[in-house]
Nanobody
Framework: QVQLVESGGGLVQAGGSLRLSCAASGRTFSLYNVGWFRQPPGKEREFVALISRWTGGTTYYADSVKGRFTISRDNAKNTVYLQMNSLKPEDTALYYC????????????????WGQGTQVTVSS
């Protein structure tokens, strides 16, 4: 029903910026909450940010990225973005986007569809 493809990852120096994109197929994309998660090498997957399916898009952020990352969505383009500024080496991870119709929140269980991930590497 929903296919997600992340893009925009790459190698960047500390202090730099990247914009990740999550492109979705499916005519009902606007009905889904979308979250970004990341998995550093050798560590567990963790919540990064989410945007709700409601008009205006309520957003939540992990404390570690507040003030640096911004999530947004363009329903006309079936795309959600994650603008990442002031990147730090600890931001290095495989970044996933996910979509779901459950209650908005940081829980992985709230999301039913996942992309394959895009690698972000931040050098010191």
């Amino acid at each position: 029903q929903v296919q997600l493809v992340e893009s925009g990852g790459g190698l960047v120096q500390a202090g730099g910026s990247l914009r990740l994109s999550c492109a979705a197929s499916g005519r009902t994309f606007s009905l889904y909450n979308v979250g970004w998660f990341r998995q550093p090498p050798g560590k567990e997957r963790e919540f990064v940010a989410l945007i709700s399916r409601w008009t205006g898009g309520t957003t939540y952020y992990a404390d570690s990225v507040k003030g640096r990352f911004t999530i947004s969505r363009d329903n006309a383009k079936n795309t959600v973005y994650l603008q990442m500024n002031s990147l730090k080496p600890e931001d290095t991870a495989l970044y996933y986007c996910a979509a779901g119709r459950g209650p908005e929140g940081p829980s992985i269980s709230a999301y039913d569809y996942w992309g394959q991930g895009t690698q972000v590497t931040v050098s010191s």
